[in-house]
């Protein structure tokens, strides 16, 4: 017998879907004369690590969403398919810190 309710199934798309650090990273050392690694991103709170506000940090977080260079950010791979079969189980709502929309994530999903 078929459930009354649907799954629903949450997902975070930073570094989930896509590969989002590295790539902010990249944009962040080219944009603003840094040398970071991935591997010097060792807090949540990436204003610690880039000695900056959290304003600058959100300021320089929209910037790098508006290019192509995010726009265009391949997922990783198996990502699309896994998240497609969870999709046919159920409601499927994503979120990014980013402030990513559906509307920029479902062609990702296409």
């Known amino acids: 017998m078929k459930s009354q309710y649907s799954m629903k199934v949450g997902f975070d798309?930073?570094?989930i879907?896509?590969?989002f650090v590295p790539s902010f990273v990249d944009y962040h050392?080219?944009?603003?004369g840094t040398g970071y690694g991935v591997e010097d991103i060792t807090d949540y709170d990436i204003s610690k690590v880039f000695n900056i506000s959290e304003k600058q940090v959100k300021e320089r977080i929209a910037a790098f969403v508006s290019t192509d260079i995010f726009k265009n950010m391949p997922a990783f791979p198996g990502a699309?398919?896994?998240v497609r079969t969870l999709s046919?189980?159920?409601?499927?709502p994503y979120w990014s810190a980013t402030g990513e929309t559906s509307s920029m994530i479902s062609p990702r999903l296409s």
């Open 29 to 32: 050392n080219v944009h603003y």
């Open 13 to 15: 798309c930073d570094d």
């Open 80 to 82: 699309v398919e896994g």
């Open 88 to 92: 046919q189980e159920g409601n499927l």
């Open 17 to 19: 879907l896509v590969p």
